[in-house]
T-cell receptor, first 110, second 113 residues
Framework: KNEVEQSPQNLTAQEGEFITINCSYS?????LHWLQQHPGGGIVSLFM???GKKKHGRLIATINIQEKHSSLHITASHPRDSAVYIC????????????FGKGTKLTVNP | NAGVTQTPKFRILKIGQSMTLQCTQD?????MYWYRQDPGMGLKLIYY???????DKGEVPNGYNVSRSTTEDFPLRLELAAPSQTSVYFC????????????FGPGTRLLVL
């Protein structure tokens, strides 16, 4: 079992829909990253959070440390949001190692 | 700023050949990382560096070597290429620790035949 699990693996939505991508982890982490990988392969960091909630435009990320769970929400989804979304946790104890989920492939149709 | 740049973008190697993947960042970041991404799998950390002259192994270091002689550059060396090293390689950097936002390069696609 992977230390970081994402669900769903694939997600298809219609433009305008509210999207939720989930990330659960079985190890202790000090921070959680959400990344976006474009169809061309480039990776962009969206959020880094260790508690609570962060918002950037139409994107919202939440984390519940006690439940070892994080969610990424996209409001008013758009075809340009189509990408692979990856969560990664930084292990506790001063480690520089990030443990990555396998990603959720999102397709937003017009 | 160019951010994080990687060269080459794509390379085909024969088994047993050697090559160096180049990574340069112009953000004066202390921390630099090398990851590999295999199809259907999550990114895995190969090596990382917390500053010039300091490197350490990640999750999958076997078959690779790194050096960090300057703040800007963090090359990854493959000494004897094997088919298992066929992957996409990403270099990343951050200002401080892994709790900071990481900035990724565009990736190098490597095929070992």
């Amino acid at each position: 079992k992977n230390e970081v699990e994402q669900s769903p693996q694939n997600l298809t939505a219609q433009e305008g829909e509210f999207i939720t991508i989930n990330c659960s982890y079985s190890v202790g982490i000090s921070a959680l990253h959400w990344l976006q990988q474009h169809p061309g392969g480039g990776i962009v960091s969206l959020f880094m959070l260790s508690s609570g909630k962060k918002k950037h435009g139409r994107l919202i990320a939440t984390i519940n440390i006690q439940e070892k769970h994080s969610s990424l929400h996209i409001t008013a989804s758009h075809p340009r949001d189509s990408a692979v979304y990856i969560c990664a946790g930084r292990l506790e104890g001063g480690s520089e190692k990030l443990v990555f989920g396998k990603g959720t492939k999102l397709t937003v149709n017009p | 700023n160019a951010g994080v740049t990687q060269t080459p973008k794509f390379r085909i190697l024969k088994i047993g050949q050697s090559m160096t993947l180049q990574c340069t960042q112009d953000m004066n970041h202390n921390y630099m990382y090398w990851y590999r991404q295999d199809p259907g799998m999550g990114l895995k950390l190969i090596y990382y560096s917390v500053g010039a002259g300091i490197t350490d192994k990640g999750e999958v270091p076997n078959g690779y070597n790194v050096s960090r002689s300057t703040t800007e550059d963090f090359p990854l060396r493959l000494e004897l290429a094997a088919p298992s090293q066929t992957s996409v390689y990403f270099c990343a950097s951050s200002q401080m620790t892994g709790d900071e936002t990481q900035y990724f390069g565009p990736g190098t696609r490597l095929l070992v035949l």
